[in-house]
């Protein structure tokens, strides 16, 4: 029984990982720009919720995208 070395590394998963922040990051400044500047209700132009429901949309986000591309890659 002979093992085979993986297709993936640990440096590859860092670059992923860091990659999905990064997209995450910038999508929840767009929300927020959206959010703060445009369709803005009653939450304050510099609220600290508002900044985490817009990192938080930003990563739900970004992480629909990469599991799509997951999805339609590899498990279709």
């Known amino acids: 029984m002979s093992t085979q070395p993986s297709d993936f590394s640990g440096f590859m998963f860092f670059i992923l990982g860091l990659s999905f922040f990064t997209i995450?990051?910038?999508m929840g400044m767009m929300v927020h720009s959206a959010l703060m500047y445009e369709d803005k209700k009653n939450i304050g132009k510099?609220?600290?919720i508002g900044w985490v429901l817009s990192m938080?949309?930003?990563?739900?986000?970004t992480g629909w995208m990469f599991y799509y591309g997951y999805?339609?890659?590899f498990l279709r």
């Open 71 to 73: 999805y339609m890659n």
């Open 56 to 61: 938080v949309a930003g990563t739900g986000i």
């Open 24 to 26: 995450s990051y910038f």
């Open 46 to 48: 510099d609220s600290r």
